[in-house]
T-cell receptor, first 114, second 116 residues
Framework: EADIYQTPRYLVIGTGKKITLECSQT?????MYWYQQDPGMELHLIHY???????EKGDLSSESTVSRIRTEHFPLTLESARPSHTSQYLC?????????????FGPGTRLLVL | AQTVTQSQPEMSVQEAETVTLSCTYDTSESDYYLFWYKQPPSRQMILVIR??????QNATENRFSVNFQKAAKSFSLKISDSQLGDAAMYFCAYRSADFGNEKLTFGTGTRLTIIP
């Protein structure tokens, strides 16, 4: 199992609140990713980073933002949560040094916005 | 853009039997990687098996093996001697081999149920 962590695992919050989902990895991977996954559905890439101070938007448009100030940390922020943001958010990381640059996933954060 | 299709939303298999999950993909690239990921209920997504497109030999990992048909753009997963712990959502994923394009494209998943 890879050493990638996400907190909180579950979050129930009211509309309009600002939230930050944390993702940390201890493997020294330079690349990190955020995916959004609705229950029983496929994953969609919403953000990725190829290193410190590098962030890019993914294939699925998202109102969230990300930052990459430290290699091991890749937090995702929603400035004003809405019910449409209810979903599961998965963080992943990879490195050219891992075989075929395989992505390793965190346990996910299940977000419910009321 | 690449697409990945999993045409079986749900599958079930008797414990100790063999099951095959289907995956097809569409790409104009000649070099790429294919993956099968497993996501147990409320648990972490983990890699099951991976295949390099330029390798003709099918990948195997213990009870898991793939049937990679490059010309047909097919990448099925065979699970032998199914166990209760194999129950999960299985996702097929594609990644380009191009440097700087390491994003994964996922299929919609197949929910596998193991019948005791």
């Amino acid at each position: 199992e890879a050493d990638i962590y996400q907190t909180p695992r579950y979050l129930v919050i009211g509309t309009g609140k600002k939230i930050t989902l944390e993702c940390s990895q201890t493997m020294g991977h330079d690349k990190m990713y955020w995916y959004q996954q609705d229950p029983g559905m496929e994953l969609h890439l919403i953000h990725y980073s190829y290193g410190v101070n590098s962030t890019e938007k993914g294939d699925l448009s998202s109102e969230s933002t990300v930052s990459r100030i430290r290699t091991e940390h890749f937090p995702l922020t929603l400035e004003s949560a809405r019910p449409s943001h209810t979903s599961q958010y998965l963080c992943a990381s990879s490195s050219p040094e891992t075989y075929q640059e395989t992505q390793y996933f965190g346990p996910g954060t299940r977000l419910l916005v009321l | 853009a690449q697409t990945v299709t999993q045409s079986q939303p749900e599958m079930s298999v008797q414990e100790a039997e063999t099951v095959t999950l289907s995956c097809t993909y569409d790409t104009s690239e000649s070099d790429y990687y294919l993956f099968w990921y497993k996501q147990p209920p409320s648990r972490q997504m983990i890699l099951v098996i991976r295949q390099e497109a330029y390798k003709q030999q099918n990948a195997t990992e213990n009870r898991f093996s793939v049937n990679f048909q490059k010309a047909a753009k097919s990448f099925s997963l065979k699970i032998s001697d199914s166990q209760l712990g194999d129950a999960a959502m299985y996702f097929c994923a594609y990644r380009s081999a191009d440097f700087g394009n390491e994003k994964l494209t996922f299929g919609t998943g197949t929910r596998l149920t193991i019948i005791p």
